[in-house]
């Protein structure tokens, strides 16, 4: 089956503790992004990856890494959580864009975590 | 900046009685438009791509248009379980992140 995997998918750590949030996808996508949903807010964009070892901000990177160092894997980073990074995480890939070739851009969305920063 | 502006925040109907979710948005150069269903505690789900003004796309009792500056989902003599919430993003054709803007979502709930 076709899917993006996180791990956990609940979370509850303290201030400062570092941790990390898997995500895994089995479709050979060439793109993969992480974004945080806040009430109010939305989801918005933290970091998103292109292709292996390919990387850049989103609009809200402060206090998160990423790396791709393998396709399907694009670990989120939290160095030092802070509690205004409690939040709903999501993980997501696609196809890369080809250009004028629509049809290929539809991004699948993991199932979450959630995350409590104490 | 993309924006995107969803209306109403939240909808309640009662089953079969038909209406319309709006989705506002400011973009340079729309790549794509999309529409997500996403349930409580849940991933977002796709359910449609618009590519240019004047596109329809239907699936089961929902259909999606394009306009230069705004799409609709039309819902169908909806059911109690097209109860979630429904999110519109718009993707732009500036650089090469294919970063979804979203807005924040219509909580749709649908009374047997």
């Known amino acids: 089956e076709a899917q993006v995997t996180q791990n956990p998918r609940y979370l509850i750590t303290v201030t400062g503790k570092k941790l990390t949030v898997t995500c895994s996808q089995n479709m050979n996508h060439e793109y993969m992004s992480w974004y945080r949903q806040d009430p109010g807010l939305g989801l918005r964009q933290i970091y998103y990856s292109m292709n292996v070892e390919v990387t850049d901000k989103g609009d809200v990177p402060e206090g998160y890494k990423v790396s791709r160092k393998e396709k399907r894997n694009f670990p989120l980073i939290l160095e030092s959580p802070s509690p205004n990074q409690t939040s709903l995480y999501f993980c997501?890939?696609?196809?890369?864009?080809?250009?004028?070739?629509?049809?290929?851009?539809?991004?699948?969305f993991g199932p979450g975590t959630r995350l409590t920063v104490l | 900046e993309d924006q995107v502006t969803q209306s109403p925040e939240a909808l309640r109907l009662q089953e079969g009685e038909s209406s319309s979710l709006n989705c506002s948005y400011t973009v340079s150069g729309l790549r794509g438009l999309f529409w997500y269903r996403q349930d409580p505690g849940k991933g977002p789900e796709f359910l449609f791509t618009?590519?240019?003004a004047g596109e329809e796309k239907e699936k089961e009792r929902l259909k999606a248009t394009l306009t230069k500056k705004e799409s609709f989902l039309h819902i169908t003599a909806p059911k109690p379980e097209d109860s979630a919430t429904y999110l519109c993003?718009?993707?732009?054709?500036?650089?090469?992140?294919?970063?979804?803007?979203f807005g924040k979502g219509i909580t749709l709930s649908v009374r047997p």
């Open positions: 993003a718009v993707q732009s054709r500036n650089g090469a992140n294919s970063k979804l803007t």
């Open positions: 997501a890939s696609s196809l890369r864009d080809r250009g004028r070739i629509t049809g290929y851009n539809e991004q699948f």
């Open positions: 618009l590519y240019s």
